[in-house]
């Protein structure tokens, strides 16, 4: 029976080392997307006529 708890825990643990690791993933991406994004917007506060 302490073998069935221990291969719970142990799937538990790497399954939540799994979500956090997306997460990372997932904030470092969005963080990334939003700096392309803005080097690629148009500069605003340039005058439009030169």
């Known amino acids: 029976m302490e073998y069935v708890v221990a291969a719970y825990a142990v799937l538990w643990v790497l399954l939540?080392?799994?979500?956090v690791s997306l997460g990372m993933r997932t904030s470092r991406l969005a963080r990334q997307a939003e700096l392309l994004s803005r080097l690629a917007a148009p500069d605003d506060a340039s005058p439009a006529g030169d």
């Open 16 to 19: 939540v080392l799994y979500v």
